[in-house]
């Protein structure tokens, strides 16, 4: 127990080891990310410490989702997206594409993706990345399994896309979401869920998201981390290394119910009931 103890004092201080009233299910946590290799399983036990039961691992492209997926085989409660993030969209081609499709076949993935449009830095241009997620929907589409969606500053772009095919495709969900209101209603529209992170956080960029939260329904909203990014700002404490990881999800929970008005606890509940559904997961005991 000890040795226990001191490895959470090594990396989490007494004020950042928080406990969620409820299980949670983090849907976005980036743990093949060369930062975790190190200390993998004891950011596990601290998830597990923080009543994390449930993580989604994020599949960026065919190497972060095979380690994903290994990952998932290796360690109960764990699970894996797969698809190629709008940034490496350029590299679509018909070798990816199959790979991707062999991915979606694994029990172990849960959902397409991460997957999307992302006009804010176009490391892959426009076009190259409307070309790699039309495939990915149709993927989805071939495969049954939901979506897990990326967007920055293409919000019309990417409704439209989805709307030509909405009929096809099953559940989606627009991960981090931190666009304005009637991007926020057009996804809705949609009949898409949405994933919060620590970004509401953040006193410099994550106000208006404050107002937001009340009007997604419950039924539609998940939480995520997106570890080791977005390390929310207004922690109690501070980080040695700056690194976010899945124990700090109860803070972002607690913050979000804040600002919804709500307990903590119910909010807790009811983004785990909606991940659970979500990605047909069964419940954890």
Known sequence: ?????????????????????????????????????????????????????????????????????????????????????????????????????????????????????????????????????????????????????????????????????RDDIGDAVVHCFTADRDTLFGYLDLDLHIGLTGWLCDERRGHHLRDLVKEIPLAHLMVETDCPYLLPRNLPAKLKDRRHEPALLPWIVKEIAHWRGIAEVELAQATTDTARRFFHLEPTT
């Open 1 to 165: 127990m000890a040795d226990h103890d001191q490895r959470f004092d090594d990396v989490l201080p007494e004020a950042l080891r928080f406990r969620s009233p409820a299980p949670l299910v983090d849907i976005g946590a980036n743990l093949t990310h060369a930062s975790f290799a190190g200390d993998f399983d004891t950011v596990l036990a601290r998830a597990r410490a923080a009543n994390i039961t449930t993580l989604i691992l994020t599949g960026t492209d065919r190497q972060h989702a095979e380690e994903a997926v290994a990952l998932a085989r290796r360690h109960p409660g764990l699970f894996a997206t797969a698809g190629v993030h709008p940034h490496d969209a350029s590299h679509w081609d018909g070798v990816l594409e199959q790979a991707m499709r062999d991915l979606h076949r694994q029990p172990e993935v849960v959902a397409v993706g991460e997957c999307g449009l992302d006009f804010n830095r176009n490391f892959s241009t426009p076009a190259d990345q409307e070309r790699a997620f039309e495939a990915q929907l149709a993927l989805a589409a071939e495969s049954g399994k939901p979506l897990f969606l990326h967007e920055r500053d293409a919000g019309q772009r990417m409704r439209e896309m989805l709307h030509a095919c």
